[in-house]
């Protein structure tokens, strides 16, 4: 399912293609890929006159459903919102504990201080995901939850996390910002526990310019979500301000302001057309990026388990730093130097001062999260890149090595 190139063809094509360098231009780290039909509906939209919350982002949602083959799809203004309303409606609050990988976006992380509750951070394996054989000596009487998180785009160990869930009565609330589109075991993300959040940050794999979606097979949770996303008003609140809408609505509870609009859902609507191309793409790019770093010992490549469908949202490779004369901060200046921009995915969370002065976490508590974030980097990986310009990193990340090779 993985890498249909054959590495033969694609050593060929390497030494035959003849690089451009992009020297007056800046490749950015990551950039959306938006073409004329998300411009277009834009535009109709607007002219339109129904702005926000209504018939758009229905269909973007049922869209959704259908490429997911779950039974629920709400749609929200940032996978941030979908995780705090997962939480909400699972009724996690103060006193709880929930789990979750020391190496990720913060937010998933936040949310869970939002609800008053603490976050309980585990280390990572070798693939970046939560260590799922690390996860029950975290347990206490107070656990509530875990919140894997689906790191670049690889599908963490669900038999194993659904296991411990099952064991110890908590809820998985899936982290999905990496993976729309990823499977594991060929079960599609996003059906797999209670509740799964993507998000459409203009750096995912598809974007909304801003949005997410929250995923549920459970029709009550669903149900619980979309109102708390909509002032907590009953259902179908929009519906009021039509013609066959009624002016009466209940508030169930207190609510957030959390809806996607239609002007974002006119734009995911075609992201999501588009989306099994834009994963393809990406796969065929790290194809090259391995294919082409074979020779190189000082990379470490990204850990892929052959039993899950990998959408490569991020191409993260780890610099064998004892062999080499430079820092990984000091690579990705160089990378900037030849006009490439990268990143690091993340900065694990107990660096961050609000963590360690809240929860008590020190630099020494997760190893190996330590061990990656001295030497990983993220190389630009979107559809939007020539493959010229993959060859042109290539080549730049060859010559950076190179010249930093100790002795
Ligand atoms: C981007 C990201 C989020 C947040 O997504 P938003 O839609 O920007 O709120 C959450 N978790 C992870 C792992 C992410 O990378």
């Given at each position: 399912m993985l890498n249909k190139i054959q590495p033969r063809r694609m050593r060929d094509k390497i030494q035959k293609t003849k690089i451009e360098t992009p020297s007056t231009r800046f490749l950015n780290f990551a950039l959306p890929t938006i073409g004329d039909e998300e411009c277009e509906e834009v535009i109709r939209t607007l002219r339109g006159g129904w702005l926000t919350y209504g018939p758009k982002t229905k269909l973007f949602e049922e869209r959704f459903s259908n490429y997911i083959g779950v039974q629920n799809s709400i749609a929200v203004n940032s996978a941030t919102s979908g995780l705090h309303l997962a939480l909400l409606a699972l009724g996690i609050g103060p006193g709880d504990e929930v789990i979750v990988p020391v190496i990720t976006f913060c937010s998933t992380?936040?949310?869970?201080v939002h609800m008053g509750a603490r976050p309980v951070f585990c280390d990572v394996s070798d693939d970046l995901n939560i260590d799922v054989s690390k996860i029950r000596e975290l347990i206490t009487d107070k656990t509530k939850a875990i919140i894997p998180v689906h790191f670049a785009g690889q599908a963490c160990d669900m038999d194993e996390i659904g296991q411990i869930a099952k064991e110890y009565d908590l809820k998985v609330i899936e982290d999905a910002a990496h993976a729309?589109?990823?499977a594991y075991r060929n079960r599609k993300i996003g059906t797999i526990s209670d509740i799964t959040v993507f998000s459409f940050y203009p750096t995912k794999n598809m974007t909304a310019a801003e949005g997410g979606m929250v995923t549920t097979q459970d029709n009550r949770l669903a149900e619980k979500i979309r109102i708390l996303s909509m002032h907590g008003i009953s259902k179908d609140a929009y519906k009021r301000y039509q013609a066959d809408g009624s002016w009466y609505y209940e508030v169930l509870y207190p609510g957030y302001k959390y809806n996607m609009t239609d002007i974002q859902a006119a734009i995911g609507i075609h992201q999501l057309r588009k989306l099994p191309d834009f994963i393809e793409k990406r796969q065929y790019y790290v194809g090259l990026y391995n294919e082409s770093f074979r020779f190189i010992p000082e990379i470490i490549f990204p850990m892929v388990h052959p039993d899950r469908y990998h959408t490569w949202h991020l191409y993260v490779i780890g610099l064998e730093i004892d062999s080499l004369k430079i820092t990984r901060g000091e690579?990705?200046?160089l990378l900037k130097e030849e006009n490439i921009g990268s990143s690091v995915h993340f900065i694990p969370l107990h660096f961050h001062p609000y963590y360690r002065k809240t929860f008590g976490?020190?630099?020494?508590?997760f190893p190996k999260a330590e061990w990656f974030y001295e030497r990983i980097v993220s190389l630009p990986l979107y559809p939007k890149l020539t493959e010229s310009d993959i060859y042109y990193i290539i080549f730049a990340v060859r010559k950076i090595i190179e010249s930093?090779?100790?002795?």
């Open positions: 992380a936040n949310v869970v729309v589109g990823s690579f990705i200046n976490y020190k630099i020494g508590d930093a090779r100790n002795g």
